[in-house]
């Protein structure tokens, strides 16, 4: 545990920040994290991300004991009053059995969601969103994914559910309504035909250096007010300069505030029915500062979403 967090009287712990631990089977509402770290992998680059829930709440560890302090960037207390945040631990992901990773996952959010609550997933890669996304129907639903990149990929090595093609697979999911991607910057997978695609399909495309002219308004207006959201956080979104533990580091990224405001934001236009913050690689991280910046993301989203009530 960091000094920091032994001199606000933090002890130590395996859970985020503290939290309260719980199980999945015994899940009574509320808001839910839940750590996955490996999904389906590229056999190029393996699971790359496998240690990135443990070293979050790692990082989190210095503010332990800070659950009911308050948290200037969202204006209260990480956990308000009345409101119930758990930590339930990781998922028994394994590289190499990327089909019943994926099937974890959507039993995870059919059960979290059954019972009233939100799921928020600490990845993990970025083919996360596949499943979770699958398992969030019939009711429409509106997915707001603040990336480097813009994942319409059909397929990478043969594989058509791998980290480059969650959009292009939510696209063909007959809830999906409606697709707001912001962030994207720089030379990435993404082909000419592919941006071709996902404009044609109807998805709002907000580029990074839309958000550094102009702001984040673009983005919140595409997403119709009441809309069902589901939150995607690639941590490469942010500048590199904030958060360096990510695999393609790139330029130009968003601000920390960029990204609460689009999370709020979102909140005050529809409800956050499901998270994930994914593409965290422990491996790049410098000094840990990636790690505090992701347990400093998922604690200001904890906050707003157990805030929606």
């Known amino acids: 545990?960091?000094?920091?967090?032994?001199?606000?009287?933090?002890?130590?712990?395996?859970?985020?920040?503290?939290?309260?631990?719980?199980?999945?089977?015994?899940?009574?509402?509320?808001?839910?994290?839940?750590?996955?770290?490996a999904i389906t992998s590229y056999a190029s680059v393996g699971a790359y991300c496998a240690g990135a829930p443990a070293a979050i709440r790692a990082?989190?560890?210095?503010?332990?004991?800070n659950l009911s302090h308050m948290n200037f960037d969202i204006g209260g207390p990480v956990v308000p009053e009345g409101a119930t945040v758990t930590d339930l631990g990781d998922l028994p992901q394994v590289d190499g059995e990327a089909?019943?990773?994926?099937?974890?996952?959507?039993?995870?959010?059919?059960?979290v969601t059954a019972r009233g609550g939100v799921p928020v997933f600490l990845g993990g890669d970025d083919s996360l969103p596949i499943p979770m996304l699958g398992a969030l129907g019939p009711e429409p639903l509106w997915i707001l994914q603040i990336d480097a990149h813009i994942d319409w990929r059909d397929a990478v090595d043969g594989e058509r559910l791998g980290l480059s093609s969650p959009m292009r697979r939510a696209s063909e999911m007959a809830h999906v309504a409606g697709i707001v991607q912001v962030g994207c910057r720089g030379i990435g997978s993404a082909r000419v035909g592919d941006v071709a695609d996902a404009t044609s399909w109807g998805a709002t495309l907000v580029p990074a250096a839309e958000v550094a002219r102009d702001g984040i308004g673009r983005a919140l207006a595409a997403i119709p007010q009441g809309a069902r959201i589901a939150l995607c956080?690639?941590?490469?979104?942010?500048?590199?300069?904030?958060?360096?533990?990510?695999?393609?580091?790139?330029?130009?990224?968003?601000?920390?505030?960029?990204?609460?405001g689009l999370v709020?934001?979102?909140?005050?236009?529809?409800?956050?029915?499901?998270?994930?913050?994914?593409?965290?690689?422990?491996?790049?991280?410098?000094?840990?500062?990636?790690?505090?910046?992701?347990?400093?993301?998922?604690?200001?989203?904890l906050g707003i979403v157990a805030r929606q009530g």
């Open 233 to 260: 956080l690639d941590c490469d979104a942010l500048d590199p300069a904030v958060m360096p533990a990510v695999i393609a580091r790139t330029a130009g990224g968003l601000s920390y505030w960029d990204v609460i």
């Open 264 to 301: 709020q934001g979102a909140a005050a236009r529809g409800r956050i029915v499901a998270a994930d913050v994914v593409e965290f690689m422990p491996e790049q991280d410098i000094d840990g500062q990636g790690a505090l910046v992701a347990a400093q993301v998922t604690a200001a989203i």
């Open 99 to 111: 089909e019943a990773n994926r099937g974890r996952i959507a039993a995870a959010v059919r059960a």
């Open 59 to 65: 990082a989190s560890q210095a503010y332990a004991a």
């Open 1 to 37: 545990m960091s000094a920091l967090g032994k001199m606000f009287g933090a002890g130590e712990g395996a859970t985020f920040m503290g939290l309260p631990a719980g199980r999945i089977e015994s899940f009574a509402g509320g808001t839910a994290l839940i750590g996955a770290g």
